[in-house]
T-cell receptor, first 116, second 114 residues
């Protein structure tokens, strides 16, 4: 089973709203990732969690707040977003954390976010 | 600064023929390379990968070639099938202090025609 699930599939929110995106994997992977993808652009890394600890933050604005409650779950809390934050938000996981036993990342279907 | 580039935004191939997708990179710190396929409204799906210590990796219809001196890799799909029509991203990986980072290319839209 190489499935990463994400909820919701679509989200429309106003600039004053607070919402959360959820990602789940049950493959026993120890690294989880958030990416942002704008239309006709490649995915761009936002955050990396390794063994449930935040290990990489690609200078993402504080209106995006990641959380890893356990090894299977990854959340992205959203607050006071801007219209330019509208994008497809992708979650991914990979088997290894700090040690590169396996390099491949497995992606979920994404959450299409629209900020109005 | 685009460290991973796919210079062909689109490619059209007839069913049964070979599809060749190309990718160039600039950062010599990349040591592992991957290809992903993406359908609309879905996340990228991992296809095949190659370590920088190899020059070829094959998996069924898919073969990835790496020319490290030229900083170039390619994905060959043979024979191409209509279901292969999708956007293909190459990605390059390097290990940092915080973990494994993937940098994606800009993608190539492959269309396999009957």
């Amino acid at each position: 089973d190489t499935e990463v699930t994400q909820t919701p599939k679509h989200l429309v929110m106003g600039m004053t709203n607070k919402k959360s995106l959820k990602c789940e994997q049950h493959m026993g992977h120890r690294a989880m990732y958030w990416y942002k993808q704008k239309a006709k652009k490649p995915p761009e890394l936002m955050f990396v969690y390794s063994y449930e600890k935040l290990s990489i933050n690609e200078s993402v604005p504080s209106r995006f707040s990641p959380e890893c409650p356990n090894s299977s779950l990854l959340n992205l809390h959203l607050h006071a977003l801007q219209p330019e934050d509208s994008a497809l938000y992708l979650c991914a996981s990979s088997p290894s954390g700090g040690v590169r036993v396996n390099y491949e990342q497995y992606f979920g279907p994404g959450t299409r976010l629209t900020v109005t | 600064d685009q460290q991973v580039k796919q210079n062909s935004p689109s490619l059209s191939v007839q069913e049964g023929r070979i599809s060749i997708l190309n990718c160039d990179y600039t950062n010599s710190m990349f040591d592992y390379f991957l290809w992903y396929k993406k359908y609309p409204a879905e996340g990228p799906t991992f296809l095949i990968s190659i370590s920088s210590i190899k020059d070829k990796n094959e998996d069924g219809r898919f073969t990835v070639f790496l020319n490290k001196s030229a900083k170039h890799l390619s994905l060959h799909i043979v024979p191409s099938q209509p279901g292969d029509s999708a956007v293909y991203f190459c990605a390059a990986s390097r290990l940092t202090g915080g973990g494994n980072k993937l940098t994606f290319g800009t993608g190539t839209q492959l269309k396999v025609e009957l």
